[in-house]
């Protein structure tokens, strides 16, 4: 018999994995050895071509210099390896992707069936929903002012594609900051196409937070949730503030959905790697997205032993599954580490434990702040009946009769709070974000007890939810003075008279959160970047900016902020050599004040 000429589609596929995995082994012996020979690059030549040189010592370059070296023969040994197992990892490689393909259509008609089994009540409801959630998130990415950490974000890192690996600090939300890169250089740098990617997350986290409680617990609580989800003022802000919270809660929510049917048959491949996928995503989004993992792994266990497979059977591929994105993650991190040193990632005063004394002082306060900032822009009764509804959502999912429901926001918040005191740190409010939409969900669960299923009684709390909260999230104003990611309404303002009244010479130094958004309006109104102080330039007038810490500040407050102010400066100036000209802008937010030079001029 003659071989038949025509290729199946399972030996195309074969032979396509096989061409990715044999680049990838090349891609990876090459990289090893790029790295091998950058690391005998002379200490003065790579101070001078390196990005960010002023952080190579002699100190810095031994340890950068190591770490290629090893790093670099790592990659090697790793492409060599693929190359000897090339059959191997194609076949593998071919098998998951037909497995993620097939999860991926079962999950798509998972959803759609779904929704085909909702009531027209039901449809009309999530409708005017989802109408609601984005109106009032398309309204706060138009008229909210550009905020300190988005702005420094894009500045420092999403306006160049080597900023991107070429430093760290925590405000490098490193998948936000590609995203934002990548549709800044498509769309221009407008407020809102620098929010759009947390703003296209913001409505996925309302709809799967529906879908997910509705699936869990039936169709009116995941209506109900959905709700109360579209208008919180937490889930608002950072649904139009360009941070990557909100790309954390969406893959915490997708991955609860990952977790049920993989508690039910753990040797779903296909499954398992988009488990892993979205672990990776949620670390290389924050490193703190590391409680998000934590907490789907321990409810994926939960999950499974209440399922009665057993915790050591249901361990194995979970274990696997991580250790694939701690080390795919560590992959990622890499080149950024080498350019911003380990201290960026290990030591930055957001990872460093607190002392004893300082961690139980502040401790007990974060539970209070992170209440307050859930339930902000919220009448006062209305969060509390939500908070008492929740309570009741976590009794019910305890006594719920399905083996696939476990109380899904306190086992979060529990294993939260335990890596919280083990590390003894106390994370920022926004790092808990994730757990926002489950504590909501919670919540939904216990208003449709209270109404005992009633379809019409939750159609009709979700309409009032919809127009009478949203309406009083939007006269408080929670959205726009919510100030951990730095605030200063002004900015924008400060940044018009400026454009008018700078002088050629001037030279701009600023306080925080005043300084990076007044930047980028700058920027945005085509000022060169120098009036914040470059080298070799004559400078007249130094103009301070200064945040004031309520509208009538103190000479000592004030004072405090110039000294603040030279301290960010871009050049060696000191508070000491200037004094206090006038005040050329004065609001309740800000004042810019020229400076005069006490000797001879500069």
């Known amino acids: 018999m003659e071989p038949s000429l025509v290729t199946t589609p399972a030996e195309g596929a074969n032979a396509l994995t096989r061409r990715i995995v044999a680049t990838a082994a090349i891609v990876l012996m090459?990289?090893?050895?790029?790295?091998?020979?950058?690391?005998?690059?002379?200490?003065?030549?790579?101070?001078?071509?390196?990005?960010?040189?002023?952080?190579?010592?002699p100190a810095f370059y031994a340890m950068f210099t190591l770490t290629l070296r090893c790093g670099g023969a790592v990659l090697a040994a790793a492409g060599a390896a693929a190359f000897v197992w090339l059959g191997r990892l194609s076949s593998w490689l071919a098998l998951t992707a037909a497995a993620c393909l097939s999860e991926a259509r079962e999950a798509v008609a998972a959803v759609r069936e779904f929704a085909r089994q909702q009531s027209s009540l039901h449809r009309a409801a999530l409708t005017l929903v989802f109408a609601g959630a984005i109106l009032i998130r398309v309204y706060y990415l138009f008229v909210q002012p550009m905020r300190?950490?988005?702005?420094?974000?894009?500045?420092?890192y999403a306006r160049h594609a080597v900023a991107l690996v070429a430093g760290y600090t925590p405000n490098n939300h490193l998948l936000h900051t590609i995203s934002v890169f990548a549709v800044t250089h498509l769309a221009g740098s407008a407020p809102a196409s620098i929010r759009l990617p947390v703003f296209v997350a913001g409505i996925f986290v309302v709809a799967a937070t529906w879908y997910c409680f509705g699936r869990f617990y039936g169709s009116s609580a995941g209506l109900l949730a959905a709700a109360l989800a579209s208008v919180n003022a937490d889930l608002i802000s950072f649904s139009t503030n360009a941070r990557g919270y909100s790309f954390i809660a969406a893959m915490f929510l997708i991955q609860l959905l990952v977790a049920e049917p993989l508690a039910r048959?753990?040797?779903?491949?296909?499954l398992w790697a988009f488990f892993a996928l979205l672990s990776i995503g949620e670390i290389c989004t924050v490193p703190t997205g590391l409680y998000a993992v934590a907490s789907s792994a321990g409810i994926y266990l939960l999950l499974a032993v209440r399922a009665r497979h057993g915790l050591v059977p249901a361990m194995r591929p979970l274990v696997l599954a991580l250790v694939a994105a701690g080390v795919i993650s560590a992959f990622v991190y890499w080149p950024i580490m080498l350019g911003s040193g380990y201290d960026a990632f290990f030591s930055n005063r957001f990872v460093e434990p607190e002392t004893v004394r300082e961690f139980?002082?502040?401790?007990?306060?974060?539970?209070?702040?992170?209440?307050?900032?859930?339930?902000?822009?919220w009448p006062v009764w209305f969060a509390w009946l939500v908070t008492g509804a929740a309570a009741l959502g976590i009794i019910r999912s305890l006594v719920f009769r399905r083996a696939a429901t476990v109380p899904v926001f306190p086992i979060a918040a529990i294993i939260c709070i335990a890596m919280a005191i083990v590390q003894?740190?106390?994370?920022?409010?926004?790092?808990?974000?994730?757990?926002l939409p489950p504590y909501l969900g919670t919540a939904a669960v216990g208003f449709d007890l209270l109404m005992q299923r009633s379809k019409g009684a939750v159609a009709g709390l979700t309409c009032l939810i919809l127009v009478g909260v949203g309406i009083q999230v939007w006269k408080s104003g929670a959205v726009l003075e919510y100030g951990e990611t730095g605030a200063n309404n002004d900015a924008i303002n400060v940044a018009r008279f400026l454009e008018t009244n700078l002088k050629d010479g001037d030279l701009l130094i600023a306080t925080l959160p005043a300084s990076y958004p007044v930047r980028y309006y700058l920027l945005r109104a085509g000022l060169s970047e120098s009036v914040w102080g470059s080298e070799n330039r004559k400078i007249g007038r130094v103009l301070a900016i200064v945040d004031k810490p309520d509208p009538h500040p103190s000479r000592d407050q004030m004072n405090s902020g110039l000294f603040q102010a030279f301290a960010q400066s871009y050049v060696g100036l000191h508070r000491d050599d200037f004094e206090p000209a006038a005040t050329i802008y004065d609001s309740n937010q800000t004042q810019v004040i020229a400076l005069a030079k006490r000797s001879s001029g500069l």
């Open 360 to 377: 139980l002082a502040r401790s007990p306060g974060s539970f209070g702040e992170i209440w307050n900032q859930w339930s902000a822009g």
């Open 265 to 270: 048959q753990p040797a779903r491949r296909g």
């Open 424 to 435: 003894r740190v106390t994370p920022g409010t926004r790092v808990w974000l994730f757990l």
């Open 148 to 156: 300190y950490d988005e702005a420094f974000t894009y500045l420092e």
């Open 30 to 57: 090459a990289a090893g050895l790029l790295c091998v020979g950058i690391s005998l690059i002379g200490y003065p030549t790579l101070t001078r071509v390196l990005y960010r040189a002023s952080r190579i010592r």
